[in-house]
T-cell receptor, first 118, second 114 residues
């Protein structure tokens, strides 16, 4: 089975440009997560979707960041305008949540997008 | 606050030997899950092993096993017969049952030496 698919794998762009990161979760998973990984802060949860609905976006750094999940098989994370401090590895992960208070099966991560803002 | 602590920033082990990575956590929850993820230089985050807190039996996956001590809030990972491909960053993670939030440790960088 295909895992979580992220694109692009690397992105280098200049400050001020719009950046769009893409994610295709594992088929059948109903939960999707966007994380940011930096040396200083480790892995941070940015936003969590359940059944395509954003449930927790408290980790989104500021209004420059936005995320959408138009359907069960696709999500985007957009940064506009981008800044050098946004440089990081961005991971998408998906899992299957069983019921509202049920078990969350392990999160499966994509390969990440390494973003460099010059 | 719930926290996960990995006290060993870096470790090394000779090929074919055994190494243990430590992880402690702090929570008042009774039901929760614990995970070890591996992040090799290729950057993927790969699930290595999981443990449910209500299970007393320690989880095992081939050469990987855990020593789960619930009272001590300890969850160490043992890698037997270390291989060069085990070189990676290892993250311990905790999540209370019924929630989606993972709390990750800061990681242990393991280097397997030939």
């Amino acid at each position: 089975d295909a895992g979580v698919i992220q694109s692009p794998r690397h992105e280098v762009t200049e400050m001020g440009q719009e950046v769009t990161l893409r994610c295709k979760p594992i088929s059948g998973h109903n939960s999707l997560f966007w994380y940011r990984q930096t040396m200083m802060r480790g892995l941070e949860l940015l936003i969590y979707f359940n059944n395509n609905v954003p449930i927790d976006d408290s980790g989104m750094p500021e209004d420059r960041f936005s995320a959408k999940m138009p359907n069960a098989s696709f999500s985007t994370l957009k940064i506009q305008p981008s800044e050098p401090r946004d440089s990081a590895v961005y991971f998408c992960a998906s899992s299957l949540a069983l019921g509202q208070r049920g078990s969350f099966l392990p999160q499966h991560f994509g390969d990440g997008t390494r973003l460099s803002i010059l | 606050a719930q926290t996960v602590t990995q006290s060993q920033p870096e470790m090394s082990v000779q090929e074919a030997e055994t190494v243990t990575l430590s992880c402690t956590y702090d929570t008042s929850e009774n039901n929760y899950y614990l995970f070890w993820y591996k992040q090799p230089p290729s950057r993927q985050m790969i699930l290595v092993i999981r443990q449910e807190a209500y299970k007393q039996q320690n989880a095992t996956e081939n050469r990987f096993s855990v020593n789960f001590q619930k009272a001590a809030k300890s969850f160490s990972l043992k890698i037997s017969d270390s291989q060069l491909g085990d070189t990676a960053m290892y993250f311990c993670a905790f999540t209370p049952s019924g929630t989606y939030k993972y709390i990750f440790g800061t990681g242990t960088r393991l280097k397997v030496l030939a």
